[in-house]
């Protein structure tokens, strides 16, 4: 049976990976056999902290499921009052909710709310935790242009992926390492030492690296991430101009790919900062077919998590 909970992608068998997969690949050839699956059922979409992508796509990914979205807004809530997170969601829940889709910015948000509820929980970006949507939606869209077959659990070996930037903050790096290397992809990590991943020893699969230019050449994929100057609370780059100078996907840099690398970006993208306007708008840039991707590998998981259905 699939878990009521998609909270991290870590602890999770690549063959329930795989079925969300090759799922969400069957959702974008025939997202009619779909329309029904959460047929009279409410997700409340409880945002407590900013996104535009990420709730967009869940909410529309409810819609074409044949669901009802219940939205929340933090700024004008009773949070602001003091309620906590458990109250403020058994007050919601009395209107009528059949799964939890959450964006916090702790850490383990989502699992308190899957325990507090016992309802479906779907994690949207927990802290520096995981984002393990985020990284659905960016294996799908590099194994549908690898014309991969995602029902085969080592279905990415042989592939060499670089996640570039502000690791340190990235629940989206996080989310992706688990699953790409799950996949039996060759994962490099490469940011400045400020802002690497502090608990390395959790990720031992992955390479690391403190500069990108001797490797880059031969990577098949370089996943860009935003620096999270929102997070930063003591300055650990020295300018945002060395930053690019030093580890931004330049126009320089980008002279250095080789023809096959395709680029990612989960956004919101500063460009000129982490990524050159023409690389992300490049021939080679990926990062507008993940956004589209985004609604699949969404209605995927909940099709799977509150839908109850497996492909
Ligand atoms: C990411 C997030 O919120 O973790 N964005 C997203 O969901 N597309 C990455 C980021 O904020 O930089």
């Excluded at 959702?27 to 009619?32: A, G, Q, V, Y």
């Excluded at 009773?78 to 403020?88: C, H, M, P």
């Amino acid at each position: 049976m699939f878990p009521e909970r998609f909270n991290a992608i870590r602890g999770l068998d690549s063959k329930i990976l795989c079925s969300l997969l090759s799922q969400a690949a069957k959702i974008k050839s025939s997202p009619e056999s779909y329309a029904s699956v959460l047929k009279g059922k409410t997700i409340l979409q409880f945002f407590v902290e900013n996104s535009t992508r990420t709730r967009l796509s869940f909410e529309a990914a409810t819609r074409k499921l044949g669901g009802v979205n219940l939205s929340f807004s933090a700024a004008t809530s009773s949070l602001s009052k003091g309620e906590t997170l458990t109250d403020t969601v058994n007050v919601i829940r009395q209107y009528g909710v059949d799964g939890i889709v959450v964006r916090h910015r702790s850490m383990g948000a989502p699992d308190l709310l899957s325990n507090a509820t016992g309802l479906p929980v779907i994690n949207a970006g927990d802290g520096a935790h995981e984002h393990p949507t985020q990284a659905l939606l960016d294996a799908f869209t590099l194994g549908e242009h690898w014309k991969v077959d995602f029902k085969n659990p080592d279905c990415f070996r042989g592939k060499k992926i670089m996640i570039l930037g502000d690791l340190r903050h990235s629940r989206v790096a996080r989310s992706n390492i688990h699953l790409l290397t799950a996949l039996q992809a060759e994962v490099h990590v490469c940011a400045p030492s400020t802002l690497m991943i502090p608990n390395l020893e959790l990720f031992p699969k992955v390479t690391t690296h403190s500069f990108p230019d001797s490797v880059i050449s031969g990577m098949d994929a370089l996943m860009a991430l935003r620096i999270q100057t929102e997070r930063q609370t003591q300055g650990v780059i020295p300018s945002l101009a060395e930053y690019r100078e030093f580890w931004g996907l330049s126009v320089e840099r980008a002279k250095r790919l080789a023809r096959k690398t395709v680029i990612l970006h989960p956004g919101p993208m500063n460009r000129g900062v982490e990524i050159d306007s023409e690389v992300a708008d490049s021939a080679a840039s990926l990062i507008l077919k993940q956004v589209e991707n985004g609604i699949f590998a969404r209605m995927s998981v909940l099709a799977s998590v509150v839908g109850r259905v497996n492909s």
